[in-house]
Structures are given as C-alpha cells and as structure tokens.
C-alpha cells in the first residue's frame, strides 16, 4: 500500500530558527508532491509543488523542498521561521499523474508552532 | 485559483440522522473530491465526485454510506447517513482547476460532531 510519512508530528522553534520537515513516501513510480499548510482557522493551501524537472522547488513565504528520488523524500525548508509560520503542514503526494489524477495522499502532518 | 465555499461549516448531529454537505466552487472544475479528517489525523480520500454519474469511491468508503452529487461542474454534495460518534470528523471538498494540472483547492472544511 502506498503510504506518506512525516517524521515529526509537532516541532517547536523559535523566531529565525531554520526548519527542515521530513515526509517520505513509499511507491516505486512517478509521483506529484507537495506541501499544504493550514494556519490556524484557515483552510489548506497549497505551499510548492513538484512535478518534474529541478527537484529543488521554492515556493511561497520563501519555503523550499528538495525531491530525492533515491531516498522517497520530499522534505520542506525554511531557513528562517517567523512566528507567522504557526501552522500544521501537510505532505502529500499524487500516484501516476495519468491515472490517478487529483487523488491526493496525504501525511498525518506536522504541527508547527513559533515562538517569538 | 478557485475558491470553494462549504455549508454548513459546522453542525452538530444525532446519532442514526443524516447530514448533507454543500460545496460550491466559483468556477468550472475539471475534478471535485471529499477528504475526511479525523481529530489527531490526516486527510483521508473519500471519493472522487464525478459530474453526471456515479462517485468512485475509494477503499473503505461506500456510496450508502457516503452518497454524493455533482450535478454540474461547479457544485457537489456528500452526504453523511446514519451517523454514529465515529463519523465525527471535518469533512472537506476540493478542486482541481482547468488548466492548473493536479492543483487541488481545498474549502474551509465542515465539522461535524455525532453524539
């Protein structure tokens, strides 16, 4: 079964710290990937996402990740965290874009909290 | 970007009823879905809803449980029947816009309690 995994269920930083969160996904062929974040009381949105191509994509609120096709890694980046990052970040993952299209698999996300 | 509205946002029911969730995009979408979020984990695939014919749902989830709609390109409904405390849950639509290949809005989520 295919499956996304977060390695970190709550991480707690403080302002200008860098980030790194982990998500690894298990299945051998193409993939979509991305990252969603929900802020507090908001709905989810879309942070980057990777299709193809160079596999260090940036994305908004100058979050980055890195695809590792060896190591089924997709993990986010952030150099420096504000205190506006307080979120829950979601790894996810689209199965052979042709057949499967849209249907996200999701990690069980990662709690972030920043204290100023 | 397409922007997705839910009804209601937040409902509390009795255990044995139904509820039925509205979810309206402000544009024609290629693709609509319902994920669920159970409190402490991630978003689970309910179905893909499929304008004019019937949902696919995916494992574990079944249309009496979980009929849905899509009677056009913009709108859907999932309906959650006979509910029972484990159906507790934010229930969320999305939609992948024309032309923004596998990008998936998300709505605001509907939060649904069964006592």
């Known amino acids: 079964a295919q499956s996304v995994s977060q390695h970190n269920h709550h991480v707690i930083l403080s302002e200008a710290a860098s980030l790194e969160l982990g998500c690894n996904y298990s299945y051998g062929g193409t993939v979509n990937l991305f990252w969603y974040v929900q802020y507090p009381g908001q709905h989810l949105q879309l942070l980057l996402k990777y299709f193809s191509g160079d596999p260090l994509v940036k994305g908004i609120k100058g979050f980055e990740a890195e695809f590792i096709k060896s190591k089924f890694s997709f993990n986010l980046r952030k150099p420096s965290v504000q205190w506006s990052d307080t979120a829950e970040y979601f790894c996810?993952?689209?199965?052979?874009?042709?057949?499967?299209?849209?249907?996200?698999?999701f990690g069980r996300g990662t709690q972030l909290t920043v204290w100023p | 970007s397409a922007v997705i509205s839910q009804k209601p946002s937040r409902d509390i029911c009795q255990r044995g009823t139904s509820l039925t969730i509205q979810c309206q995009v402000d544009?024609?979408?290629?693709?609509m879905f319902w994920y669920r979020q159970q409190p402490g984990q991630s978003l689970t695939l309910i179905a893909t809803?499929?304008?004019?014919?019937?949902?696919?749902?995916e494992s574990g989830f079944v249309i009496d449980k979980f009929p849905i709609s899509r009677p056009n390109l913009t709108f859907s409904t999932l309906t959650v029947s006979n509910m029972s405390p484990e159906d507790s849950s934010i229930y969320l639509c999305?939609?992948?816009?024309?032309?923004?290949?596998?990008?998936?809005?998300f709505g605001p989520g509907t939060r649904l309690t069964v006592l």
């Open positions: 996810a993952v689209i199965l052979d874009r042709g057949s499967t299209l849209g249907r996200l698999y």
């Open positions: 999305s939609a992948v816009d024309r032309g923004l290949e596998n990008e998936q809005f």
């Open positions: 809803a499929n304008q004019g014919s019937e949902a696919t749902y």
């Open positions: 544009s024609q979408v290629t693709m």
